[in-house]
């Protein structure tokens, strides 16, 4: 039997390919416009297998597909789906975790290095042809070597982004997660911390926890207030892990001395958030994974986890392991 494969992704020429030859494919490579979605209802029906990203994919949409038996996250953030409906359906939802974890960790230390030097504004001024004598104390940024690197979320990205501050910049490292990581903790001399502890010591917090429902809003006013003047705030989870208000506010009262911002809110931000608008703000266009190399990675991963739900195997990145029935 032909299985039918909704893709709301563009593949390579090579991974369409090899789709092609396990499955009948169609490709909604506009999800996110009007047009596109309408596709997309009208394809549902007749799916087997959903592979993407980026699309809230809720239940009113899912009724549509009653044949459903996998869905293929080219992400490892898996906040666009509602698991409990899916499993409750017995559809499979796979994601593709590790192989962006080093690239998503770059990300944080671009923005790491970029916050603390005032990298884009000062090329800024440069290029603006403001550069008109040597840079005097009002230009200086702060030191990244040899700070406080506090990580909330000591996951896959978290660690990597442990390694580079410990190995890289001589930094010590604090942690939060839900429990302390013993092998973490000899591999980066790395020291537990409660989240109010973490705050109050951290030259830079760096937030790598997923989206969930305890996690949504973990970082408020209340957070901000317990931070130092010196801090800097660099997310590269999920905008909603962060009362954006509250950031903002923070930032103009100078609770916090910088922000790098990689997601937000609302994707894409508004061009007219005060966000923007704010020199020690670098904002980047949730681009953490975005490499030639690991978007290639991702998609390879999604596909195999996607043939292999099809083939009735156990894929490799199963999100919801109660949905599988062997
Ligand atoms: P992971 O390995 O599952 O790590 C997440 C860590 O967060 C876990 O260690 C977990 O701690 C911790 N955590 C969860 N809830 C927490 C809470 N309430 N308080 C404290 N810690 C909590 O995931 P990952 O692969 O590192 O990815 C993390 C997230 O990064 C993804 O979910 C995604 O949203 C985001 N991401 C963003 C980009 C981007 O483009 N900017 C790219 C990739 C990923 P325990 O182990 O103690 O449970």
């Known amino acids: ?66 044949k459903l038996k996998a869905v293929s996250s080219v992400s490892v953030g ?24 080093e690239t998503t960790a770059d990300t944080g230390f671009a923005l790491i290095m970029a916050t603390a030097r005032r990298v884009v504004e000062l090329a800024n001024m440069v290029r603006d042809g403001q550069w008109k004598q040597n840079i005097g ?19 896959r990205i978290g660690e990597a982004v442990a390694q580079r501050g410990h190995f890289g910049f001589g930094m010590p490292v604090i942690y939060h997660s839900h429990s302390p990581k013993p092998a973490v903790e000899a591999r980066f001399d790395a020291r537990y911390r409660s ?18 429902a305890e996690t949504e809003g973990l970082i ?42 990689d997601v ?12 923007l608008q704010m020199d020690n703000v670098v904002a980047t266009p949730h681009m953490g994974s975005a490499t030639h190399e690991t978007r290639e990675a991702m998609a390879r991963c999604a596909v ?9 195997e156990r894929p490799k990145d199963l999100v919801n392991p109660a949905a599988w029935n062997g």
């Open 304 to 312: 195999d986890n996607l043939l292999a739900a099809l083939a009735g």
């Open 137 to 155: 104390p009002q230009h200086f940024g702060s030191d990244v070597h040899g700070k406080t690197l506090g990580i909330i979320g000591m996951g």
């Open 220 to 261: 408020g006013a209340e957070q901000f207030a317990q931070m130092r003047p010196e801090t800097i705030f660099i997310n590269i989870a999920r905008g909603k892990v962060v009362d954006e208000q509250a950031l903002i506010a923070a930032l103009q009262n100078g609770q916090i001395r910088a922000a790098g911002l």
């Open 1 to 66: 039997m032909t299985h039918h494969v909704v893709l709301y992704k563009k593949l390579s020429g090579p991974l369409m390919q090899r789709l092609q030859a396990q499955a009948e494919v169609t490709l909604i490579d506009d999800p996110k416009s009007s047009n596109g979605l309408a596709r997309l209802r009208d394809a549902l029906p007749h799916a087997d297998a959903l592979l993407g990203a980026s699309v809230k994919l809720d239940a009113e949409l899912l009724d549509l597909a009653p």
């Open 78 to 101: 898996v906040d666009n789906y509602d698991i409990e409906y899916l499993t409750r359906r017995g559809i499979l939802l796979t994601n593709t975790p590790d192989v962006l974890t």
């Open 195 to 212: 989240l109010e502890d973490l705050l109050r010591e951290a030259d830079f917090v760096c937030l790598t926890v997923p989206l969930t």
């Open 264 to 275: 937000f809110e609302q994707e894409p931000v508004n061009p007219d958030s005060p966000l």
